[in-house]
């Protein structure tokens, strides 16, 4: 039983978190592709600018959440949302925004987002510094262990508050996301827009209003996840940085533009991440008089090491790129 | 005073001339219709009266107002809608979604225009559901067609809206211009078939090398031995 219960605080907790940052990260980028068909690399960098605007608020208002009894970084996630949407906003209209009207090829804005990744991570380092902090100043994290109610059952299942909600703001984030794209005006103008610009222009939609709104949704939802990983972990100026490649995986697989597509290979990103990793032998214990000996005696049965689970999302995107370049949901093909 | 009143119109692309002097008047509730060899200028006409070309020389009028060089956005708000000849449907958008992108700009009209688009065009109605891109050619003729009246237009703008489609379809969009427009909306259309479409045109309008070869009605065009001869094969 303590190996199903190890089973469960390694794989389906571990790789839910993993995959649900992956998932708002990749919608984003999604988001993005499908409005302005460019892959957005400072988009790490756009979630730890959230981050960094909850540690600086927090730092500000250290009290703020235990009147609530919430974390105060999540109180304050609201408006760390609305600063990074107008931040994503403000870079648009200063770097991206003349190039297009430069009619540049999308390569060009590729490299533009590279320079704005540079940026926005030296002016993170200058103020954070380097090293890691933690989101939760004022008050304590969390940590709920849950008893099996089995016999034998000795190791509980241990979650996290911020791991909890995570769970909880990505299935908020994720309905949220659903309601705008098939109910709203403007959630439809961006699903048309996405699929035929000249036609949507044409029908009297106007672009730069939907550029717009794209990246003041790609803004709050990258402050989302930067915010939740880091309250999960500490807060490192290059923390989503490493997550780029995932997250550009993530949205490969399920198809570039497909927002549902997105959530789903930010999820099966994380739980291939998160089961390659994972120790197998730990759960072949059970059946070690019915097992070889070669098998039993293995310490350690991972398919990679932690150290190596990067090497995952590469292997998963070169996989996609050779075998269904449209990813899960037909997507388009970066 | 005429609907759309294009005189000497001169433009192209990128420096090369395609327009070198059109001249093209319909009044409120007639069906213009302009026919022409390939490369005569046709599609471009239409997109240099919506806005998608610049208007280089000449003036283009809407309702006596200078239009010309003003973007498609704002020429939907001046009552005019174009259906472009290809890539005229949101694929992966419901029909229904389709139709409510055509009145983006009038949000208030969108119950009562869309009642009009299913009357007009009833297997969209039964197709609202489905994804525009899963519909035949002739019904996503019809889905563009109707995206561009949910915004109510005083001028509707199509270019070849039977290209492609087979003769049993052909017939059924040609009598839905005709309704359309007997609705009062007016209409320019470019077609290959000229002689059903100018048998249902107020105005014919033949282009050749990006000018005015012929101009008059419909039927006198049709009667014109020397339009035969050379445009309409015999």
Same mark, same amino acid.
């Given at each position: ?91 648009? $209209? ?32 200058? +103020? ?15 940590? +709920? $262990? ?60 106007? !672009? ?5 709104? !794209? ?69 072949? $214990? ?37 075998? $269904? ?10 | ?13 990128? &420096?090369?001339?395609?327009?070198? &002097?059109?001249?093209? /008047? ?5 069906? &213009? ?17 919506? &806005? ?19 973007? *498609? ?33 009038? *949000? ?13 065009? *009833? ?11 899963? @519909? ?7 889905? /563009? ?51 059903? /479409? ?20 419909? /039927?006198? @065009? ?13």
């Amino acid at each position: 039983m303590n190996e199903l219960v190890f089973f469960i605080n390694n794989v389906v907790i571990a790789g839910s978190v993993t995959g649900s940052i992956y998932a708002i990260g990749a919608v984003g980028v999604t988001l993005i592709f499908s409005i302005m068909r460019f892959a957005h690399f400072a988009h790490g960098d756009m979630m730890t600018f959230g981050a960094f605007m909850v540690l600086l608020l927090t730092t500000a208002f250290p009290g703020a959440g235990a009147a609530i009894g919430v974390p105060t970084a999540l109180v304050l996630l609201p408006l760390a949302m609305a600063l990074t949407a107008l931040l994503a906003v403000g870079i648009d $209209r200063a770097f991206y925004k003349p190039l297009r009207a430069h009619g540049v090829k999308p390569i060009v804005l590729v490299i533009g987002s590279l320079g704005v990744t540079l940026m926005l991570q030296g002016l993170i380092r200058l +103020f954070a510094g380097t090293g890691g902090q933690s989101l939760y100043i004022d008050d304590r994290k969390e940590i +709920f $262990r849950l008893a099996l109610p089995f016999e034998g059952a000795r190791a509980p299942v241990v979650v996290t508050e911020p791991q909890l909600y995570l769970f909880v703001i990505t299935l908020v984030a994720v309905v949220g996301l659903h309601l705008f794209l098939s109910r709203s005006r403007l959630g439809k103008a961006m699903r048309a827009m996405s699929d035929n610009p000249d036609l949507a222009q044409a029908s009297g939609i106007n !672009t730069n209003t939907i550029v717009a709104v !794209t990246w003041v949704i790609a803004g709050a939802l990258a402050a989302i996840a930067g915010t939740l990983l880091s309250l999960d972990v500490t807060f490192k100026p290059d923390l989503s940085f490493f997550l780029l490649l995932p997250i550009f995986a993530a949205a490969i697989v399920g198809g570039v533009g497909h927002p549902y597509g997105a959530v789903a290979g930010g999820f099966v990103v994380g739980f291939a991440e998160t089961l390659a990793v994972f120790n197998w032998s730990v759960l072949l $214990r059970p059946f070690r008089d019915s097992l070889p000996e070669w098998l039993t005696q293995a310490g350690n049965l991972a398919f990679v090491g932690t150290e190596y689970k990067i090497v995952v999302p590469f292997f998963i995107l070169v996989v996609i790129l050779v075998w $269904r370049p449209t990813g899960i949901f037909k997507g388009k093909v970066i | 005073m005429p609907l759309l009143d294009a005189r000497d119109v001169h433009g192209g692309y990128g &420096g090369m001339n395609i327009l070198n &002097g059109v001249d093209m /008047a319909i009044e409120a509730d007639e069906i &213009g219709v302009i026919v022409g060899p390939n490369g005569a200028g046709k599609s471009t006409m239409l997109k240099a009266i919506f &806005g998608l070309l610049r208007v280089s020389q000449g003036e283009i009028l809407l309702r006596g107002e200078p239009i010309h060089n003003l973007p *498609p956005n704002k020429l939907v708000q001046k009552g005019m809608g174009f259906v472009p000849q290809e890539k005229n449907v949101f694929p992966s958008l419901t029909v229904k979604e389709n139709l409510e992108m055509g009145a983006f700009l009038k *949000p208030g009209n969108v119950r009562r225009m869309l009642k009009q688009v299913y009357d007009f065009f *009833p297997p969209l109605h039964d197709k609202r559901h489905q994804p525009a891109g899963e @519909l035949s050619g002739g019904q996503r003729q019809m889905v /563009a067609m109707g995206r561009a009246l949910m915004a109510e237009p005083s001028l509707l703008l199509l270019d070849e809206p039977t290209a492609g489609l087979s003769p049993l379809y052909m017939n059924e969009i040609f009598e839905q211009v005709k309704l359309v427009n007997s609705a009062g909306v007016g209409i320019l259309m470019v077609e290959q078939n000229a002689k059903q /479409a100018l048998a249902i045109a107020d105005r014919g309008f033949v282009l050749a090398a990006g000018q005015n070869r012929f101009t008059d009605s419909g /039927a006198a @065009l049709l009667a014109d031995p020397d339009v035969a001869k050379s445009f309409l094969g015999g």
